[in-house]
């Protein structure tokens, strides 16, 4: 099982920037990728970016050039730099982990809430 623990959301004005952080209970190099997803109200859960056990990172379109995820083994600990926020930004945002042994799982974090504001 894999507990996973947020922080770093809250109230920004447009253009602003925060970091978001999700620490894992156990190794984070036991885990084959870890990502950061979003759920805006009335709308689907989406992805917003993730990084693999070898370093290598995707981004939603929406995101490009403003987020940048980031992970910290020593830490267990993955991080999603947010600037030039937008209201559109706002969301809840879950983090991910993806454990793939015999049968592969995805473990969600409580959800952090990022508000945007114009």
């Known amino acids: 099982q894999v507990q996973l623990v947020e922080s770093g959301g809250g109230l920004v004005q447009s253009g602003g920037s925060l970091r978001l952080s999700c620490t894992t209970s156990?190794?984070?190099?036991?885990?084959?990728?870890m990502g950061w997803y979003r759920q805006a109200p009335g709308k689907q859960r989406e992805l917003v970016a993730t990084?693999?056990?070898?370093?290598?990172?995707n981004y939603a379109d929406s995101v490009k050039g403003r987020f940048t995820i980031s992970r910290d083994n020593a830490k267990n600990t993955v991080y999603l730099q947010m600037n030039s926020l937008k209201p559109e930004d706002t969301a809840v945002y879950y983090c991910n982990a993806r454990k793939t042994t015999f049968v592969t799982r995805d473990y969600w974090g409580q959800g952090t809430q990022v508000t945007v504001s114009s």
């Open positions: 156990g190794s984070i190099l036991s885990l084959n990728a």
């Open positions: 990084i693999t056990s070898g370093g290598s990172r």
